[in-house]
T-cell receptor
Framework: NAGVTQTPEFQVLKTGQSMTLQCAQD?????MSWYRQDPGMGLRLIHY???????DQGEVPNGYNVSRSTTEDFPLRLLSAAPSQTSVYFC?????????????FGDGTRLSIL | AQTVTQSQPEMSVQEAETVTLSCTYD???????LFWYKQPPSRQMILVIR??????QNATENRFSVNFQKAAKSFSLKISDSQLGDAAMYFC????????????FGKGTLLTVNP
């Protein structure tokens, strides 16, 4: 079972470049989300989606866009990368059924902005 | 807004010993869920254990157990018979009840297991 798949695993960008981080899940989960993980900060929610066509902002949304055209995919876009966006990015998904159901995480994308 | 606090940035334990990781949280909700996630050097986020706030009984998963004190808003993780493979960053996380799917994480505790 693939679960949650993130690509790429690593990426280096220059300031001002744009990029899309890909996230796909094959579990038919309605809820998907993006987090960033910085040293000493834990994971912080960037954007989330409760279903196709529905997205909303999390705790740190500035500088990022998302869309959810299908249940499976939830890409994260950086329109103009900044050094402050250097981080490890995690995509997660979960089913809507059962409030105690955990989120399933991808393996993360390590992004460096020079 | 809910907050999750892990007051121990780092902890260490001897192999085969027991260690307890602390977590406190702040919420005005009565229905919520708490989780402990483990992140080894491979960077994967692995669910260790979960607790429903409405359950009085503490959750247990093999060598992992929690001490859930609802009135004190405390949710500590106890690891018994520690193994080298337990070395990782551990995150405490909070999720509200109902259709609220957002997870709020603590900053993590780095656990070292000494042979």
């Amino acid at each position: 079972n693939a679960g949650v798949t993130q690509t790429p695993e690593f990426q280096v960008l220059k300031t001002g470049q744009s990029m899309t981080l890909q996230c796909a899940q094959d579990m038919n989960h309605e809820y998907m989300s993006w987090y960033r993980q910085d040293p000493g900060m834990g994971l912080r929610l960037i954007h989330y989606s409760v279903g196709a066509g529905i997205t909303d902002q999390g705790e740190v949304p500035n500088g990022y866009n998302v869309s959810r055209s299908t249940t499976e995919d939830f890409p994260l876009r950086l329109l103009s990368a900044a050094p402050s966006q250097t981080s490890v990015y995690f995509c997660a998904s979960r089913t809507q059924g059962g409030s105690n159901q955990p989120q399933h995480f991808g393996d993360g994308t390590r992004l460096s902005i020079l | 807004a809910q907050t999750v606090t892990q007051s121990q940035p780092e902890m260490s334990v001897q192999e085969a010993e027991t260690v307890t990781l602390s977590c406190t949280y702040d919420t005005s909700e009565s229905d919520y869920y708490l989780f402990w996630y483990k992140q080894p050097p491979s960077r994967q986020m692995i669910l260790v254990i979960r607790q429903e706030a409405y359950k009085q009984q503490n959750a247990t998963e093999n060598r992992f157990s929690v001490n859930f004190q609802k009135a004190a808003k405390s949710f500590s993780l106890k690891i018994s018979d520690s193994q080298l493979g337990d070395a990782a960053m551990y995150f405490c996380a909070y999720k509200g009840g109902g259709s609220n799917y957002k997870l709020t994480f603590g900053k993590g505790t780095l656990l070292t297991v000494n042979p």
